[in-house]
């Protein structure tokens, strides 16, 4: 499948997944790996429930600028992601999140399916709100095949370490720079 079809033909949509760093190994080395494997590894981290998931965007690619850019010296993720086809990742599980403050979540929902919540709280000062990442997770590692694959990096120096990474062949339907996809900030 062609990448413009992928990311703007019938029926598209795609949901992305970040690396990050992970000493001694770079957001770069573990795109790479995700690519390698063919499988984003589902993780623990940060969820309350300790279940390993993966998290998702469901963002237009250009909307991305507000999560990936930040005034902060850290930045919560950084601009080296995959973004796998919608459909795709919905049969295979993935589903967004539910928003509540996490007493209400408790009550609704059995303990088993908690790590489904994202912690909403505007009773707080400053208020607890990730709504705008329109979050969706997956319970497990999700495989997936290279035509319904995109990978993501920062500039264009980035898509030519991909492609020296794998022979000029790396497995996926494209690499997109994401700072040309933003305007100048």
Not at 87 to 103: C, E, N, T
């Amino acid at each position: 499948m062609k990448l413009r079809a992928l990311i703007e033909g019938p029926g598209a949509g795609m949901l992305t997944h970040f690396t990050r760093t992970s000493h001694p190994a770079t957001a770069l080395d573990n795109l790479a790996g995700i690519l390698s494997a063919g499988t984003i590894r589902a993780s623990a981290r940060m969820i309350r429930t300790k279940r390993p998931v993966i998290c998702f965007f469901d963002a237009p690619f250009e909307h991305l600028a507000r999560v990936l850019l930040s005034n902060h010296a850290r930045r919560r993720y950084e601009p080296f992601g995959i973004a796998v086809n919608k459909r795709y990742a919905f049969k295979m599980g993935a589903r967004p999140v539910i928003y509540l403050p996490w007493d209400e979540a408790a009550a609704l929902l059995p303990e088993h399916e908690l790590w489904r919540v994202v912690r909403l709280d505007y009773n707080r000062r400053p208020a607890v709100d990730w709504s705008f990442e329109r979050e969706w997770r997956m319970a497990g590692d999700l495989h997936f095949a290279a035509r319904d694959a995109v990978v993501l990096v920062e500039d264009w120096r980035d898509v030519d370490e991909i492609y020296d990474r794998f022979d000029g062949h790396p497995p996926c339907a494209g690499v997109l720079p994401l700072k040309s996809l933003f305007p100048a900030q």
